[in-house]
T-cell receptor, first 114, second 116 residues
Framework: GESVGLHLPTLSVQEGDNSIINCAYSNSASDYFIWYKQESGKGPQFIIDIRSNMDKRQGQRVTVLLNKTVKHLSLQIAATQPGDSAVYFCAETRDGTSYGKLTFGQGTILTVHP | NAGVTQTPKFQVLKTGQSMTLQCAQDMNHEYMSWYRQDPGMGLRLIHYSVGAGITDQGEVPNGYNVSRSTTEDFPLRLLSAAPSQTSVYFC???????????????FGAGSRLTVL
């Protein structure tokens, strides 16, 4: 079946650097994408989402970029902090028919060194 | 506490035993779902429900049963536990709709299950 995947399973950065986490998706019918953050021992927490009619969306210290041509999205974290250390998942769905059914990527482990 | 509550947080079973993972949400969400998370893999959908009395299978439903008698509760039953069901289980909920953020699932803290 079609799935969402990540290029890099681990990412280590220094505190204050910018982080970029990448995600490739294969389902061309996907029209809604979400980034989740999962800290150790906790459930995934929503970070930011983007619809397929947009190519960029910004939140607080985070930006999601969507390139539908190559089926790629990325999560940029500005001025990364130790508290950003976690596993980051991208997820995709077809908004109108999803019923809460998300397809998740395998995750990227972000480690921020002080 | 508002949100999705899962119990138990940890459970150890022997092969062949049965048990139920409980999930309750107090946000009046219509949609609820169960995912499992295995090392090195993303979350995979087990079962989901679009409302009381309505359930359907997800990607990996074998070995699990669900029911939805109320809006608030969505228990996941393991009928005869197998070592392959050792995993962390997450329950999630959301409301229907197409507005921005409507697809954002709210997850519980997870239930870690070990089957020996």
């Amino acid at each position: 079946g079609e799935s969402v995947g990540l290029h890099l399973p681990t990412l280590s950065v220094q505190e204050g650097d910018n982080s970029i986490i990448n995600c490739a998706y294969s389902n061309s019918a996907s029209d809604y994408f979400i980034w989740y953050k999962q800290e150790s021992g906790k459930g995934p927490q929503f970070i930011i989402d983007i619809r397929s009619n947009m190519d960029k969306r910004q939140g607080q210290r985070v930006t999601v970029l969507l390139n539908k041509t190559v089926k790629h999205l990325s999560l940029q974290i500005a001025a990364t902090q130790p508290g950003d250390s976690a596993v980051y998942f991208c997820a995709e769905t077809r908004d109108g028919t999803s019923y809460g059914k998300l397809t998740f990527g395998q995750g990227t482990i972000l480690t921020v060194h002080p | 506490n508002a949100g999705v509550t899962q119990t138990p947080k940890f459970q150890v079973l022997k092969t062949g035993q049965s048990m139920t993972l409980q999930c309750a949400q107090d946000m009046n969400h219509e949609y609820m779902s169960w995912y499992r998370q295995d090392p090195g893999m993303g979350l995979r959908l087990i079962h989901y429900s679009v409302g009381a009395g309505i359930t359907d299978q997800g990607e990996v439903p074998n070995g699990y049963n669900v029911s939805r008698s109320t809006t608030e509760d969505f228990p996941l039953r393991l009928l005869s536990a197998a070592p392959s069901q050792t995993s962390v289980y997450f329950c999630a909920s959301r409301n229907p709709g197409l507005s921005s953020g409507a697809n954002v699932l709210t997850f519980g803290a997870g239930s870690r299950l070990t089957v020996l």
